[in-house]
């Protein structure tokens, strides 16, 4: 389908570049949204500033860091406390916020002194803390306040102090993307490479874009702990100050949000070298496709497994117990950007939920590049939504549940829609095996909870109810409100006996197939074990005599052949290489004469050869094109599911993306064919990580490639790759493929 303008947005035409819904046969070669551009004039954005971006996504998430906000005291009380970042320090980056609290006097004289004054104090009054980020604002941009020569005095002040500075004012670009933007480019080139870490493990990595949002970093931190891999830098989740100046050191990059911080891990690989393995971290089947990923990396598969097999025996009968409950639910999906491409697969491969709507605030076109990939047909894409926009989406998906943040949440719960906080969760983690059942449960709870079903309805009934008109103390109101109070206990008691019911009939089901299923299964491998035990007992005694008499004759005559056939080769060489070479003259000379007595024959003989050859051409064609129409609907499989699965088609820009097809499918090709894998570079194991992940995927998946001949399998793939380059390159719509920076 076209771009859809909605009914709501008759008045701004411009909306229709925005909206897109996917029907069957369509990708994005055809349709993409328009994505991180200005804002259209009438439409109420849902978006956040660039500051905000800087500060509140990635800086203020480090937990040793002052967090100076050089502007306005709300600038800084708006990026505070808003987001669920815990640490395991006492949580000192939610406990305090610091502002230099400019008034109009600095707007009109400069806020520079004020700015230095601030700077000090903060550091006075937390002298354990060596380390500070100081950001400007749009006041203090607009005005010219020039921060770094300010930083430069303090920190010659005080010696022992490092200084981050940020330079991205609210209005520096069209939403809080640009503040990630800035920020990790600033990062790379102030910071990184100007500290040296402690080094504790053979393997290294970073973990580049998890904000610790309740406890997700602590997730990661555990599975990396038992596979014995040291994390140099989160970014910046849980993270330090320092140990983002030594990021260079790591051997991997584990990137998973990469809207927010994509950006460091090319750089990061461009200037040293460190590839770049993207991971979906939320999703059951996801968690466990990254923690394989990073085990094949390091040749530590088996510790990944273990890691694997410990937490889906804790957690996936939990996870199931809520499958069979949300299977079939509609759920929205309206995030930032990158929980889009994240959660879409994971809620439906997962929950077997149907994800019918999704809205970006901040995402580029590359986002919306992944996630209409694994979207299903008839999803509604929105960047940049408004409000009108989601009571009319609201009106033709009727969802069960909405996944957003807490201003669009708020307008949701007015609807007595069920919603779930999308962006700082309602009881995480949710990241890893534990996140998806903690997932699967708030999603459950919304759902089903009946206090959402008392709000959609009016238990007052046809009452009048009396009004006090403040003449007695209330009373009648308060009558009202007992009759209220106890129509709603009464209904929560019902639906609690109801849930309480369904449980115990569930358990005695289970229990009673348990007992009724044990003894048929035990009776089979009972009679079994004797019978297959008796005609190896039977042939044993028979078999080992024989092989003991044979053995003894044998050996000696092979020791006493092999002396005399030694001297006899060594003798008989040298008299034949003189007759070889004597004889060569010979056999050239009878060629040259046989030679015009065969060319005739060859002549007479053509006429009757050619009608043959024309009339076996056509089968031969036919069936070089059967085989060919074969290849290439089975590259259109494969193609297929690395559309829907594989982040490392949708690098930022178009040489990453052409690198990682051909690095990927090729060492997928060896993989499949059993060639020798030669990994002599970090970059080389990042593309065997996922080639490895991916043919056993395709192996799983697709019964036809064990049958398949190697040079068929490697045809596929090589079809495969153009496909790929066609999509994702050639005909994509994405306007930033082909920067030169990133």
């Known amino acids: 389908m076209p771009m859809k303008l909605f009914k709501c947005d008759e008045s701004i035409p411009e909306r229709e570049k925005h909206i897109y819904i996917k029907e069957k046969g369509e990708d994005t070669t055809q349709f993409l949204p328009s994505a991180h551009v200005e804002t259209i004039p009438g439409s109420l954005s849902e978006r956040g500033c660039s500051y905000c971006g800087a500060k509140l996504v990635i800086g203020g998430v480090l937990k040793d860091t002052i967090q100076l906000i050089h502007g306005p005291v709300g600038c800084a009380y708006d990026t505070w406390h808003t987001k669920r970042y815990p640490s395991d320090n006492g949580n000192f980056q939610l406990k305090y916020v610091w502002s230099s609290d400019m008034k109009e006097q600095h707007v ?54 490092d200084i981050f500075t940020v330079e991205c004012p609210g209005f520096a670009g069209v939403s809080q993307s640009k503040g990630h933007h800035v920020f990790n480019m600033g990062w790379m080139t102030d910071k990184v490479g100007t500290f ?153 491969d997962d929950l077997g939920m149907h994800v019918v709507a999704m809205s970006s605030k901040f995402g580029h076109q590359e986002d919306f590049e992944k996630v209409i990939a694994r979207g299903e047909e008839g999803t509604i894409y929105i960047d940049d939504g408004n409000e009108l926009e989601f009571f009319e989406v609201l009106e033709m998906v009727k969802p069960d549940l909405v996944l957003t943040g807490p201003r669009v949440g708020a307008l949701v719960k007015k609807l007595h829609l069920p919603y779930v906080n999308g962006h700082g969760y309602h009881n995480g983690p949710y990241m890893g095996f534990e996140g998806a059942v903690n997932m699967a449960r708030d999603m459950y709870n919304a759902i089903y909870s009946p206090l959402m079903k008392l709000a959609q309805s009016d238990i007052r009934g046809e009452q009048n109810l009396p009004s006090t008109n403040g003449n007695g103390n209330g009373k ?131 006429p009757q050869v050619q009608p043959q050859a024309k009339e076996v051409a056509p089968q031969v064609q036919q069936q070089a094109k059967e085989i060919a129409s074969y290849i290439q609907d089975r590259a259109a499989e494969v193609t297929k599911l690395i559309q829907e699965r594989c982040l490392w088609q949708f690098h930022s820009r178009a040489w990453d993306r052409e690198e990682n097809i051909n690095g990927v499918l090729n060492m997928a090709a060896q993989i499949l064919t059993g060639e020798k894998v030669v990994l002599e570079t970090l970059i080389q194991r990042g593309f065997y990580a996922d080639a490895k992940i991916l043919s056993a995927d395709l192996e799983i998946r697709f019964a036809w490639l064990n049958s398949m001949e190697n040079s068929q399998k490697k045809a596929v793939l090589e079809s495969v790759k153009a496909m790929l380059v066609d999509i994702v390159i050639t005909k994509s719509k994405n306007g930033e493929l082909h920067y030169s920076l990133y």
């Not at 903060?122 to 020039?146: H, N, W």
């Not at 199931?320 to 950007?337: A, D, H, N, P, Q």
């Not at 299964?521 to 007992?537: D, H, R």
């Not at 080992?544 to 080769?569: D, G, I, S, T």
């Open 196 to 348: 040296e870490p402690e080094i504790t493990s053979p393997y290294t990595i970073n973990v580049i874009g998890d904000y610790n949002i309740q406890g997700d970093t602590f997730v990661m931190e555990k599975y990396m702990e038992k596979m014995g891999i040291q994390i140099i830098a989160h970014f910046t989740g849980n993270g330090t100050y320092d140990s983002l100046r030594g990021m260079h050191r790591a051997q991997l990059n584990v990137t998973n949000c990469a809207r927010s911080a994509g950006y460091i891990a090319n750089e990061l690989k461009k200037k040293y070298g460190i590839p770049r393995i993207d991971v979906d971290t939320w999703g059951f089947d996801y968690a466990k496709e990254g923690l394989r990923k990073i085990g094949a990396f390091f040749g530590l598969e088996d510790r990944a497994e273990a890691v694997i097999a410990e937490e889906v025996a804790k957690y996936e009968s939990k996870l199931e117990w809520y499958k069979e409950r949300l299977s079939g639910k509609k759920v929205c999906i309206w995030t930032g950007g990158p929980r889009l491409w994240h959660w879409t697969k994971a809620l439906e």
């Open 108 to 161: 009109v004289f400069g806020g520079e002194k004020l700015l230095k004054k601030a700077m000090l104090e903060a550091f006075a009054e937390f002298p354990d803390i060596k380390r500070m980020m100081v950001y400007t604002t749009c006041s203090t941009a607009l005005i010219g306040d020039d921060i770094k020569p300010v930083v430069k005095e303090v920190e010659k002040e005080l010696g022992d102090v």
């Open 476 to 606: 009648a109101t308060k009558e009202v409100s007992e009759e209220v109070v106890s129509l709603i206990q009464q209904q929560v008691r019902e639906a609690t006996s109801e849930v309480k019911q369904l449980v115990k009939e569930t358990t005695s089901e289970v229990k009673q197939l348990v007992k009724e299923a044990a003894p048929q299964v035990q009776q089979p491998v009972k009679e079994a074990a004797p019978q297959a035990k008796q005609p190896a007992k039977e042939a044993a005694p028979q078999v080992q005599p024989q092989a003991k008499e044979a053995a003894p004759q044998v050996q000696p005559q092979a020791k006493e052949v092999a002396p005399q056939v030694q001297p006899q080769a060594k003798e008989v060489a040298p008299q034949v290489q003189p007759q070889a070479k004597e004889a060569a003259p010979q056999v050239q000379q009878q060629a040259k004469e046989v030679a015009p007595q065969v060319q005739p024959q060859a002549k007479e003989a053509a």
